[in-house]
């Protein structure tokens, strides 16, 4: 089961049609492919999709990181990604069984979708992203030969993608905006990296640092905010998580999503200039030193 999710790394672009496009299809047990597509997975994590499955395996989201998935850049300049790990040493699933899909009420978005692939679109500078979708039609996939038709819109509504999509789509507008301003920005840094990774990914991480005497110095949280980051049921936790998509425009797009605290966002400001100027202090000695000694050179 592949994704074409964000397929702007490909060279090929498929066919882009809208919900309103008729598809012939439908998944069956007893299908003669039963599984297959589960049998070679290729499939990329939304945030939500990781919430519901740690939520669902009654684990916290850094074990679930740590054992069911592998981190991959989704562009070369280096925007986190996450894929499910298939099984041991193979390239199955690992929520596979012989009935079908183990964690089938929780499936993430790509599973969802299948054979649809989501394609979101987004105009340079624009900050809202238009939604189009392409037929995905692999040879050992026989639902396609099922007689049923169904428009794309009725097949999303039937796998329950409306919430998916919309809970993802902070997360997306994201990756959309740090794409369309990559190279002329130049590679994010690690701090960045990791920043984005634990915000969109390790909510559980993010709720501890976000809950932190440090971040709530520095950002007005609301009493409501707090109680809400500290609950632990899904739709507290769908919060956080759209709290830290919010975060992240801020920190990584210098917009004002989240207000600072004053005092502390001025004494932040200072310690920055101090920083800055030490740093030019320290080049300007650097170039003077390194002046110095080839200047009996420039003598001979
Ligand atoms: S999560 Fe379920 S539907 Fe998705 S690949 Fe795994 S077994 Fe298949
Ligand atoms: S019909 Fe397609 S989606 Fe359904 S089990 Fe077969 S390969 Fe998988």
Redesign the pocket.
Known sequence: ?SQPEIPFQSPVVPNMVDGSKVIQFQCRKGISCW?Q??SN?D?SLTPYDILRLKRRLGISSTVFLDQYTVPYEMEKEGIAGVK?KPIEKGTA?????PE?????ED??T??RYYPVGLLSMRKQDEYVDRDAYALVEEDHCKGHQEPRQISIDDYRQEQGLPEYDELARGWRQLVLKKKSSGPSVGAPSVKSRQLFFMACYDIDTFRSFATSENFTKLFKITEEEKATFANTDLESEVALMQFAFRFLRQVLFGEMSITLEEEAAKERLEKVKAKRLQEEREAAEKLAQAEDNEAPFEDD
């Open positions: 089961m599984n597509c589960c997975i499939i499910f699933c690992r929520f596979m069984q079908g899909c183990g964690v089938y499936r993430p790509a599973c």
